[in-house]
């Protein structure tokens, strides 16, 4: 909820402890507030470094690849998805995912949360 946080720097933080690299080997974008703009300003960070025809890892969570992906596309930068952070299980229908329950409340609110999103960012343009 605080503004002046950004998620980037816990994010590089977190990635120079996992990795092991060195804080000049991060390059961290804290300038946007959502991820229309993150795309925006990573491909200005890509074209400063002349690296606009590199591929890239994009990395979030599975319920909002699909919006992320085709921001970055619009921005001409060539991805590589990799998606984290499933939610629900996998392979076959199971009708405890519709039930009511507070984790079925969770998910479903993250479902609609990337529907209202993805109009949204339609609507405006910015995919």
Same mark, same amino acid.
């Given at each position: 909820?605080?503004?002046?946080?950004?998620? =980037? *720097?816990?994010?590089?933080?977190?990635? #120079?402890?996992?990795?092991?690299? @060195?804080?000049? %080997?991060?390059?961290?974008?804290?300038?946007?507030?959502?991820? @229309?703009?993150?795309?925006? %300003?990573?491909?200005?960070?890509?074209?400063?470094?002349?690296?606009?025809? #590199?591929?890239?890892?994009?990395?979030?969570? =599975?319920? *909002?690849?699909? !919006?992320?992906? !085709?921001?970055?596309?619009?921005?001409?930068?060539?991805?590589? +998805?990799?998606?984290?952070?499933? !939610?629900?299980?996998?392979?076959?229908?199971? +009708?405890? /995912?519709?039930? +009511?329950?507070? =984790?079925?409340?969770?998910?479903?609110?993250?479902?609609?949360?990337? /529907?209202?999103?993805?109009?949204? @960012?339609?609507?405006?343009?910015?995919?």
């Amino acid at each position: 909820m605080d503004q002046t946080l950004r998620e =980037a *720097h816990f994010l590089g933080t977190y990635s #120079q402890t996992l990795t092991g690299a @060195y804080s000049q %080997e991060i390059i961290l974008e804290a300038n946007s507030r959502n991820t @229309y703009e993150n795309a925006i %300003e990573t491909a200005r960070i890509l074209d400063s470094l002349d690296l606009k025809e #590199q591929k890239v890892l994009l990395i979030t969570s =599975a319920s *909002h690849m699909a !919006r992320a992906l !085709r921001c970055f596309k619009k921005q001409g930068i060539l991805v590589i +998805p990799f998606a984290v952070d499933f !939610r629900g299980q996998q392979g076959d229908w199971n +009708p405890f /995912w519709i039930l +009511p329950s507070y =984790a079925s409340l969770e998910d479903w609110n993250i479902l609609i949360k990337e /529907w209202v999103g993805l109009l949204t @960012y339609r609507l405006t343009g910015y995919i």
